[in-house]
């Protein structure tokens, strides 16, 4: 008895706790009347539950950082390692879910991605606008691909303003609807800008053109002052 007593609290000093439970299991079997057994075995059990559900949160969180990161290959590594201390924690196959989820979503992302490449070099500025937004609303779990999917946009947008400055505005637009606190290129967005306004002073001279040929001069002053 004093053998399996010493060994039980060894192996508790020692952290590991469930050999410490077979010992104390074990004299249970041998020597029912040791004083105190059921509390020590209770102690123990809580004891051991406490150090399980302390590890698996940081489990969790390392898993959690990686997954942050888009880092799913590092993040299913992290998971297996984790299971193996607690094959049945409910929150580790949630994570194991949620991992294939992102995998599953980031394929069709990055699928999504290639064909809105594939539309801008077409000159299809709406099917790519069309195919970012899908792509972005894939990424809802996945930070780092949303970040690469605005990057996109503000790259297909620049690559419009050599065709069609409105194109290139929608494009603009979409980023700032998706994630209003997404910044774009200065450059771009002042570009843009200035098109827009050679565009509307060129429409208001064109009016004021046809306008007094048709003797409405009055009126194509006005055109001309508004622009």
Known sequence: VESILEKARACEAAGELDQ?????????TIYDRQPGLDAEVKRLQAARDRARAEAVSRWVGLIEEQIQASELGKARDL???ALTEAPEAPILQALGKKIDTLRQKGKQARELLAQA?????????DQCRKCLRQAFQLADLDP???RLVLTRLGEHAEAAMETDWRQAE??????????PSFTLAGGLLRAIADRKRESLVESAVNRAGKLSNAG?????LSEVEKA
């Not at 490449?117 to 500025?125: E, L």
């Not at 929608?170 to 994630?179: N, P």
């Not at 409405?216 to 194509?220: I, K, P, Q, S």
């Open 20 to 28: 410490a439970l077979e010992h104390w299991n074990t004299l249970a």
């Open 216 to 220: 409405r001069l009055r009126e194509a």
């Open 170 to 179: 929608a494009l603009v637009l979409e980023a700032a609807s998706l994630d």
């Open 79 to 81: 998971l297996r390692q």
């Open 144 to 146: 780092a691909l949303r």
């Open 117 to 125: 490449q594939a539309a801008r070099q077409k000159g299809d500025f």
